[in-house]
């Protein structure tokens, strides 16, 4: 897909709202057959949905707008906003709030994971843990290791952010021990050069279960 077309559709919705593939074929200068196939890679990539919208008499019209996701695609200040939140939260509160704040949050998210894992064997916690970090944003997979299992976050969410505030860093940490129940380590961080960041979490800790085909 060529990426001027794509984000000339994007924008097109993001300023028009709604849009026919005859809108969109008219504000890229295209032909209809050309947007459909552009919408067809933006619907599946979620960046698009669709919904009929009855106009008089006969077939309703099949309209076409943003989902929220599509929003993220855009330039926006919220980068540059939660950093500066975080530069005066920190000026202003003690260290120890601070680390309690950002271990509060990953309490939170944890919350609702812990409660769908609690019970099952270590395999397929950990196997839905990793389907929860994707979910939160991160890139992640398992690797066994003797008597320790792995977690590599190969993609972080917070990168950018961290490098300024790395106190974010314990988010992912303690949302992993939070959704476990278990003890982890850190073990390699983005921030200190490594290419992933990985967590260590003994089998010792969570019963006996193997992962045979993590």
């Not at 994971?113 to 992640?140: C, T």
Request: hydrophobic residues 40%; glycine residues 8%; negative net charge.
């Amino acid at each position: 897909m060529s990426q001027s077309t794509r984000d000339g559709i994007l924008r097109t919705l993001r300023s028009r709202g709604k849009c026919t593939v005859k809108d969109l074929a008219d504000a890229a200068g295209i032909s209809p057959v050309s947007v459909r196939h552009h919408l067809a890679n933006l619907l599946a990539e979620d960046l698009v949905k669709t919904e009929e919208v009855r106009h008089g008499v006969g077939r309703p019209r099949l309209v076409y707008s943003l989902t929220d996701r599509a929003m993220d695609v855009f330039p926006s200040r919220y980068f540059s906003l939660t950093t500066r939140l975080l530069g005066e939260m920190k000026g202003a509160l003690p260290e120890e709030t601070v680390q309690r704040l950002f271990s509060g949050v990953a309490t939170t998210m944890a919350d609702a994971y812990a409660q769908e894992l609690d019970g099952l064997p270590l395999e397929e916690r950990l196997e839905r843990l990793v389907n929860s970090l994707v979910s939160e944003g991160f890139e992640a997979q398992l690797e066994p290791r003797g008597d320790t299992i792995l977690i590599h976050e190969l993609s972080c969410p917070y990168y950018r952010m961290g490098q300024q505030h790395p106190e974010v860093c314990l988010v992912d940490q303690n949302f992993i021990a939070k959704a476990l129940s278990l003890p982890v380590e850190r073990v390699t961080c983005l921030l200190d050069g490594h290419t992933h960041c990985t967590f260590a979490i003994s089998r010792a800790n969570g019963g006996q279960e193997a992962i045979a085909n993590a």
